[in-house]
């Protein structure tokens, strides 16, 4: 989970990671975010312990995003993300450089 900075309020969101070309991706992305919107009201709760009453008055519901993180994307990936209501970013990663196991 993640907060990305606004002008003067913070949206939350989710980022999901794999590392391969997975089209499980999006989905788990969706259910972790469908998660978090269901555990609204202990997030900002642990937003206000942690950051104070500011801060958790002025994390942005209204609009969560979704990141998702993979080698690649199918063209089928591309084509539900478009077709889906929430908006969800899709980004690809390279390795570069000698890869370590």
Same mark, same amino acid.
Request: proline content about 2%; hydrophobic content about 40%.
């Given at each position: 989970?993640?907060?990305? /900075?606004g $002008?003067? $309020?913070? /949206?939350?969101g989710?980022? !999901?990671?794999?590392?391969?070309t997975? $089209?499980?991706? +999006?989905n788990?992305?969706?259910? *972790?975010?469908?998660?978090?919107? #269901?555990q609204? &009201? !202990?997030?900002e709760?642990?937003? %206000?312990d942690?950051f104070? /009453?500011? /801060?958790a *008055?002025q994390?942005?519901? *209204?609009?969560p *995003?979704?990141?998702?993180t993979a080698?690649?994307? =199918?063209?089928? #990936?591309v %084509? &539900?993300?478009?077709?889906?209501r929430r908006? +969800? #970013?899709? $980004?690809?990663y390279?390795y570069?450089?000698?890869?370590q =196991?």
């Amino acid at each position: 989970m993640q907060f990305r /900075a606004g $002008a003067r $309020a913070t /949206a939350v969101g989710n980022i !999901e990671y794999k590392r391969d070309t997975d $089209a499980g991706v +999006i989905n788990q992305g969706l259910f *972790s975010l469908s998660w978090l919107m #269901d555990q609204r &009201a !202990e997030f900002e709760h642990l937003v %206000h312990d942690r950051f104070g /009453a500011t /801060a958790a *008055s002025q994390v942005l519901w *209204s609009g969560p *995003s979704l990141i998702c993180t993979a080698d690649d994307f =199918t063209r089928y #990936d591309v %084509h &539900a993300v478009c077709e889906h209501r929430r908006p +969800i #970013d899709l $980004a690809r990663y390279r390795y570069f450089g000698t890869e370590q =196991t």
